[in-house]
């Protein structure tokens, strides 16, 4: 999933709303984040109450963990009641402890799923701004192009393939002439040097270690 994300940041030129909607994407996922907290501390608290209660009585409340999933369900609108309605107890104590359970659960559908559910939504709604969103969108995609810019200017190459150049560092350098592309049309080999004729006043290539990000251009890139 990381490399496929990647991808959206690659295509971000191409696409002129791309670059606001990630912005605001990678905004709503800050807040996300932050809302989590509350609402962890919140439902472990419930299912602590419920654990202690129902233990030994429901099966899928023996487990602090499996409450919390069940508690996640019903934040997401799945109904959980139907658990107390077989209780191996008395009738007349089966009837509190399903009371209690039941009041507990909609204690926390009341807190998690209007109070804070709605600040969710609210929180994700402040934050989506258009106008300020294509501003940073602008911002940040000067700052790709200014990345990309440094690496073509000093030859830096981009993870994995630096680890590659890594093993290389020690081999001195030099620069060779550019190869005319006749050399290569001789082999039915494409111009590896590029079209010499029309780059004259740059007829030296690097050589030795920094030929490395070249000649890995050609093994990857060129192929396809």
């Not at 799945?78 to 191996?88: E, K, R």
């Not at 890594?166 to 494409?190: D, G, M």
Request: glycine share 6%; with cysteine; proline share 7%.
């Amino acid at each position: 999933p990381l490399v496929w994300s990647r991808l959206l940041v690659v295509m971000i030129p191409l696409f002129d709303n791309l670059g606001p909607m990630l912005s605001t994407f990678q905004a709503m996922l800050g807040e996300v984040v932050m809302f989590a907290l509350p609402w962890v501390i919140i439902t472990a608290g419930f299912a602590t109450a419920l654990q202690v209660m129902f233990r030994g009585l429901i099966n899928e409340f023996d487990s602090f963990w499996t409450i919390m999933f069940l508690l996640f369900q019903a934040f997401s609108g799945n109904q959980a009641f139907t658990y107390f309605d077989d209780l191996p107890l008395p009738d007349d104590m089966a009837r509190d402890f399903r009371l209690y359970g039941t009041l507990l659960l909609l204690i926390y559908m009341v807190i998690s799923t209007v109070l804070l559910g709605n600040l969710l939504i609210a929180i994700i709604t402040n934050r989506y701004k258009p106008e300020k969103v294509h501003a940073q969108s602008v911002l940040q995609l000067a700052e790709i192009v200014d990345e990309h810019q440094f690496q073509v200017e000093r030859k830096l190459l981009c993870g994995p393939f630096n680890l590659v150049h890594l093993l290389f560092v020690w081999i001195p350098c030099n620069a060779r002439r550019k190869r005319h592309p006749f050399f290569w049309y001789n082999f039915s080999l494409p111009f590896l040097d590029g079209f010499s004729p029309a780059t004259p006043k740059t007829p030296l290539l690097e050589g030795g270690a920094g030929e490395i990000p070249h000649l890995l251009f050609l093994l990857t890139v060129q192929p396809i």
